[in-house]
């Protein structure tokens, strides 16, 4: 504050600071606005020399380089991390993929079985771009024994119930040509697939929905099949897209999403139905939801958004998970009768227990979780 | 591009395009330094004029004029509203609320009971400041007839088990006198409240926990007892403090705490508590999982770095919800038992009632859970 600052009546001073802050504010959307400029030219750049778009390494030292610099400036690390982050995520939603080749054979045909689904497009559209002939098969068309015999990649696309069906209808394929499948599910797919074919096998999940327009951070798991050298060049292709790889056991893979998919949705399903077989008053559920309470019914209100099959397959494919899921219910029912008889001591000595399996996670989530119920607490205020 | 830039090799350009990338970041940072200088002295000049930190008019204002240049610059609306939606909240963070008293007697003490508890000592804090006379009284204290006859403010703030008994407990206040309570439930409270005093009344829940540092668009709950007019000055002073308020009887306030407290808390509880018995690998589950499982994994895993005995008192408070929540437990069962039927058009039917339930709410949280999703995903990537 200037020294003539300090003459002003503080209502004037308050006045000419709240100006002072749209100033500032208003130099930000053209800071945002200019750097949303450079990156499309940097996407351009990037197309001509066939770069992938996400360079993890990149963002990493960009990252770190301004939490030091807002160091000395005095400003929270976390603060300018999230905003940056959100920058980022911002110029990579509508870019798309675009990445050199990484098989030397691109004389010979990547097969996309289920190539009309929605994710089968979404994969033929990444591959194509990248300069390689796709040809797609669907479930009317013919799988001819001469395409069999050129292809260099199989990769299974079709829906999680018919994928153990569609490999074994396959036509023998060259020695050389690597299987995949991208099914929800990795045991089954993956031992049908060694089954089949005696060459390179390998079974992907990818972990997020057809709508990205690229897979920049995206997840993708491997479980290794046969052959991994062969087919290096398939997880080298979605690393140039700039997917994240995680490989896991397909065993351990199937264990994980009974966890992650049947248990999660199958709980987010029957919450909602609950709330509306109990006929729940929405609307004062909002209006007096903290935070992280607002959070839940966004996820559980969400899945109803969604694609009703879709859930059905998942669950089902999930099978196997049931049986844990109902001793769920049991320890449900055994919970509420603790509390019931008013034992709050063995509430408290189980949630200490509880906790020791959590170990480190528990503070880290209690951590990491601030920043999201912190944005949850904004949505209300939004129009 | 300037034309000598054209003239570059590709490779030499995306250098150029990462420096300039940098230089804007570097601002961005400059500008967020500026702009917190800036809020501090906002802050001082505000208490100068014990005006209120947080003015939901003057934020929702500067965030719209921001979105219009946002527009005019090309730059998407909700992404300059979340940096700075972001941003501002980094400036609430540790700014003590302060703001005029709102009540005319300040000769006359605020009586907190259970001043010593977490939350005692955070409205405590408050009312100093504003520059009320403020008596506790805990556990161990007596509370003098003389000083109940002189209190403008009763505010009970013990736990949950022992409101109603604290209540009963207390010396005949001063007939004009506001008796008020923060419990986490509402009817038995302000039940007891009306019964033991005649004056003015008001049943409080804050939905925040003891750390904030303001009150800056915390939520309070509202549950009118008797004679409004005479309590209307407790509201103000909360909403100087920057409170949200919302009103509803206590009779829905405690259905829909069943449903945020004792539903929300005992499944997840129960959850974490599943996941330590079956002994669930946490680690494959980080590794594997999707965003929104990410999220869930935190929600569960954030509760057991917390306090065991708060959380059972809380659940043990909303009790009458158990019948409710056992209801959702053969809801479950039925809904396994569907699906190891194969009954996906069952399913599918009842998915679609949920989906009629949710009304508009289904694809509203849909995309309000976006940049949740979207966040959490982020989390992933950082160190």
């Known amino acids: 504050m200037s020294s003539s600052d300090k003459d002003q009546h503080p209502a004037e001073q308050l006045k000419n600071l709240r100006d002072a802050i749209d100033r500032v504010d208003s130099q930000l959307v053209e800071l945002i606005a200019e750097r949303a400029r450079i990156t499309a030219q940097v996407g351009r750049v990037k197309r001509s020399l066939q770069q992938p778009l996400y360079v993890p390494e990149r963002e990493q030292q960009l990252i770190a380089a301004?939490?030091?610099?807002?160091?000395?400036?005095?400003?929270?690390?976390?603060?300018?991390?999230?905003?940056?982050?959100?920058?980022?995520?911002?110029?990579?939603?509508?870019?798309?993929?675009?990445?050199?080749?990484?098989?030397?054979?691109?004389?010979?045909?990547?097969?996309?079985?289920?190539?009309?689904?929605?994710?089968?497009?979404?994969?033929?559209?990444?591959?194509?771009?990248?300069?390689?002939?796709?040809?797609?098969?669907?479930?009317?068309?013919?799988?001819?024994?001469?395409?069999?015999?050129r292809a260099q990649l199989v990769l299974m696309a079709v829906p999680v119930n018919v994928t153990l069906r569609a490999v074994e209808e396959l036509p023998e394929?060259?020695?050389?040509?690597?299987?995949?499948?991208?099914?929800?599910?990795?045991?089954?797919?993956?031992?049908?697939?060694?089954?089949?074919?005696?060459?390179?096998?390998?079974?992907?999940?990818?972990?997020?929905?057809?709508?990205?327009?690229?897979?920049?951070?995206?997840?993708?798991?491997?479980?290794?099949?046969?052959?991994?050298?062969?087919?290096?060049?398939v997880i080298e292709q979605f690393v140039n897209w700039g997917a994240h790889i995680e490989t896991i056991s397909?065993?351990?893979?199937?264990?994980?999403?009974?966890?992650?998919?049947?248990?999660?949705?199958?709980?987010?399903?029957?919450?909602?139905?609950?709330?509306?077989?109990?006929?729940?008053?929405?609307?004062?559920?909002?209006?007096?939801?903290?935070?992280?309470?607002?959070?839940?019914?966004?996820?559980?209100?969400?899945?109803?958004?969604?694609?009703?099959?879709?859930?059905?397959?998942?669950?089902?494919?999930?099978?196997?998970?049931?049986?844990?899921?109902?001793?769920?219910?049991?320890?449900?029912s055994a919970a509420i009768q603790l509390l019931e008889n008013g034992d709050k001591e063995r509430f408290i000595e189980q949630f200490n227990e509880v906790k020791a399996y959590f170990g480190s996670y528990a503070t880290q989530f209690l951590e990491e979780s601030e920043s999201l119920v912190q944005l949850a607490d904004d949505q209300r205020f939004r129009r």
């Open 173 to 233: 394929l060259a020695a050389d040509c690597v299987l995949a499948d991208v099914t929800s599910i990795k045991a089954e797919p993956l031992a049908a697939m060694l089954a089949k074919h005696q060459g390179p096998v390998v079974g992907l999940h990818p972990m997020f929905g057809p709508s990205v327009h690229n897979l920049a951070k995206q997840l993708i798991v491997v479980t290794h099949g046969r052959h991994p050298r062969n087919y290096q060049w």
């Open 66 to 149: 301004r939490r030091d610099y807002a160091r000395q400036q005095g400003v929270a690390e976390d603060l300018v991390e999230d905003v940056l982050r959100r920058i980022i995520r911002e110029s990579y939603k509508t870019q798309s993929a675009q990445a050199t080749a990484t098989s030397q054979q691109l004389q010979r045909p990547v097969v996309i079985v289920g190539g009309k689904g929605q994710l089968g497009q979404l994969l033929t559209k990444f591959f194509v771009n990248s300069g390689y002939q796709v040809e797609t098969i669907d479930k009317d068309d013919a799988f001819s024994e001469s395409l069999a015999k």
């Open 250 to 332: 397909a065993e351990q893979h199937d264990t994980a999403m009974g966890w992650i998919q049947a248990m999660r949705h199958l709980s987010t399903y029957t919450y909602g139905l609950h709330m509306a077989e109990e006929n729940a008053d929405i609307e004062s559920l909002v209006q007096l939801s903290s935070p992280i309470y607002r959070m839940e019914l966004m996820m559980v209100g969400r899945l109803f958004a969604q694609n009703a099959e879709l859930y059905a397959d998942i669950i089902c494919a999930n099978q196997q998970q049931f049986t844990t899921i109902k001793r769920y219910l049991e320890r449900f």
